[in-house]
């Protein structure tokens, strides 16, 4: 089934979804979805300021922990889930985390429902968008497998760019605004759960090079994935 719907974010005031239970994946990702932004924004916390995308929004795993009823280990390994899956980015502090939603764009974006610029509503649209797939498939094979080959590296780097733009990768925020990976400095790390927390908070890159610089020790067995 192709399509979608428009879910109303007033859903949360009703009473099945108040009903008190601990919440399934799925209800976990719809529940991001409703908290997301719909536009810009400028977020003021504390003294500084964040610029927040359409798509983004400020929480912290402890309240998302409390939202679904799960422990925090269980919402981080549920949001690197999603994040290995495209379907989320996210930044950390030692306070907050900010999330992006991937593609939030391609399916919140109102010009998407102007009959002009949607095929699925203009039926003229649609058969010039089908008529010019056509094409496409007729000229793809008749160029042979070189020019197959070419296509599909330039299709695989659009791909790639527009993953990389659409859903973040996993950062941390400004020092300003979080705690400071000095105060890990001569710390050794005994746990991979441990590990994935600092790495949520300050960043993979940040992390591994205070391992390579011998800030910060690895017990045997934890390794940076």
């Known amino acids: 089934m192709e399509g979608y719907i428009k879910l109303y974010r007033k859903i949360k005031e009703n009473k099945y979804w108040l009903e008190p239970r601990k919440f399934s994946k799925a209800e976990a990702w719809i529940d991001l979805l409703l908290r997301a932004g719909f536009k810009d924004k400028e977020l003021v916390l504390g003294n500084q300021n964040l610029n927040l995308k359409a798509g983004e929004f400020v929480t912290s795993q402890a309240k998302l922990a409390e939202a679904w009823k799960w422990d925090r280990e269980t919402v981080n390994a549920y949001l690197r889930r999603l994040k290995a899956d495209e379907m989320l980015g996210y930044r950390t502090s030692n306070k907050f985390t900010v999330i992006t939603i991937c593609n939030w764009d391609n399916y919140q974006n109102p010009d998407k429902e102007n009959p002009a610029t949607n095929p699925t ?105």
């Not at 498939?137 to 990389?164: L, M, P």
């Not at 991979?192 to 017990?219: T, W």
């Open 121 to 225: 509503a203009n039926p003229a649209a649609l058969r010039q968008q089908n008529r010019q797939q056509t094409d496409n498939k007729t000229d793809t094979i008749n160029n042979g497998n070189k020019d197959n080959n070419v296509k599909n590296d330039k299709n695989k780097e659009r791909s790639t760019a527009d993953s990389a733009s659409a859903c973040p990768d996993s950062q941390a925020l400004p020092a300003s605004l979080g705690e400071s990976l000095e105060a890990y400095k001569g710390r050794t790390i005994e746990t991979q759960s441990e590990l994935e927390l600092l790495i949520n908070k300050f960043g993979r890159s940040a992390i591994a090079g205070a391992v390579e610089a011998g800030d910060i020790k690895l017990a045997e067995g934890i390794e940076i994935r």
